[in-house]
């Protein structure tokens, strides 16, 4: 079974374009976090999706959005790209986001690179 | 507000030898906790999740444990070996989306 899935795994872009950043979760998960790990700090919740909707968001600007497809994948946007922005950005999935028992998983991760 | 801290940042230690790695938290009120492996640059690796109605789980030389009450857990790897060196995250999950990740201890094991 695959897991977590995410594209592209390097992404250069440059101050003040757009990138998109895209995740496939696992077959049967219908929720799927954003986070972002920036160096040397830690991982940051960006946003999550359940069953299409976005639930809900940490503390970025709006220019990080989102959505969440038919099929469970999704795909995070960031305008505006800034320097600070350069970081990896990882996703995870999950069967649901309720249930006591639910683990989280990771993909291997999006490594945006903003010059 | 749930916080969660891990110690030490950094730990480095010989092959062969067994080692403990602590998470805290503030609020006890947590669904479960899980013990994630990171290596450099790639994502996180799933190692143990504990029920907060649970003490402890195993899984080969690994054994988390939980205690809720003082909002403490720890890792423990036994006879270490170099293919463990990695960051491990300790995730705290207070329902829903909201996992909170500890800044994670980068383990060094060397041959």
């Known amino acids: 079974e695959a897991g977590v899935t995410q594209s592209p795994t390097h992404l250069i872009k440059t101050r003040g374009q757009q990138a998109t950043l895209r995740c496939s979760p696992i077959?049967?998960?219908?929720?799927v976090y954003w986070y972002q790990q920036a160096l040397g700090l830690g991982l940051q919740f960006l946003l999550w999706?359940?069953?299409?909707?976005?639930?809900n968001r940490g503390n970025f600007p709006p220019r990080f959005s989102g959505r969440q497809f038919p099929n469970y994948s999704s795909e995070l946007n960031v305008n505006a790209l800034e320097l600070e922005d350069s970081a990896l950005y990882l996703c995870?999935?999950?069967?649901?986001?309720?249930?006591?028992?639910?683990?989280?998983?990771f993909g291997s991760g999006t490594q945006l690179s903003v010059l | 507000k749930q916080e969660v801290t891990q110690i030490p940042a950094a730990l480095s230690v010989p092959e062969g030898e067994n080692l403990v790695l602590n998470c805290s938290f503030t609020?006890?009120?947590?669904?479960?906790l899980q013990w994630f492996r990171q290596d450099p640059g790639k994502g996180l690796t799933s190692l143990l999740l504990i029920q907060s109605s649970q003490r402890e789980q195993t899984s080969g030389r690994l054994n988390a444990s939980l205690d809720k009450s003082s909002g403490r857990s720890t890792l423990y790897i036994a006879a270490s070996q170099p293919g463990d060196s990695a960051t491990y995250l300790c995730?705290?999950?207070?329902?829903?989306?909201?996992?909170?990740f500890g800044a994670g201890t980068r383990l060094f094991v060397k041959a």
């Open positions: 077959s049967g998960h219908t929720s």
């Open positions: 995870a999935s999950s069967f649901t986001a309720a249930s006591r028992n639910e683990k989280l998983f």
């Open positions: 995730a705290v999950n207070t329902g829903g989306f909201k996992t909170i």
């Open positions: 999706y359940d069953e299409g909707e976005e639930r």
């Open positions: 609020d006890s009120a947590i669904y479960n």
